[in-house]
């Protein structure tokens, strides 16, 4: 996959269906699923080689994805 700048997620309204969300430890990428109110959290979807796997997904809370998460930025959304 094309290597993108990520950034720091810092509002709530970064956080859009699809977007690219990469670890700030490990170089895996995820796409952004949709918020699940009644478990609080948003759903990852691996992403591999532009694929979307959704046979698995994690369910991870906004605070986390602000501590431990990068997000794609808008310009390099936008040139992809």
Do not use: C, W
């Amino acid at each position: 996959m094309k290597i993108n700048n990520f950034e720091p997620i810092l509002d709530a309204y970064q956080l859009v269906r699809g977007a690219k969300i990469k670890g700030k430890k490990q170089d895996e990428i995820f796409e952004l699923g949709i918020y699940d109110a009644l478990k609080r959290g948003y759903t990852l979807y691996p992403l591999e080689h532009g694929v979307k796997y959704d046979d698995f997904s994690v369910i991870i809370s906004e605070k986390e994805l602000k501590n431990n998460f990068l997000i794609e930025g808008a310009k390099a959304a936008i040139a992809a």
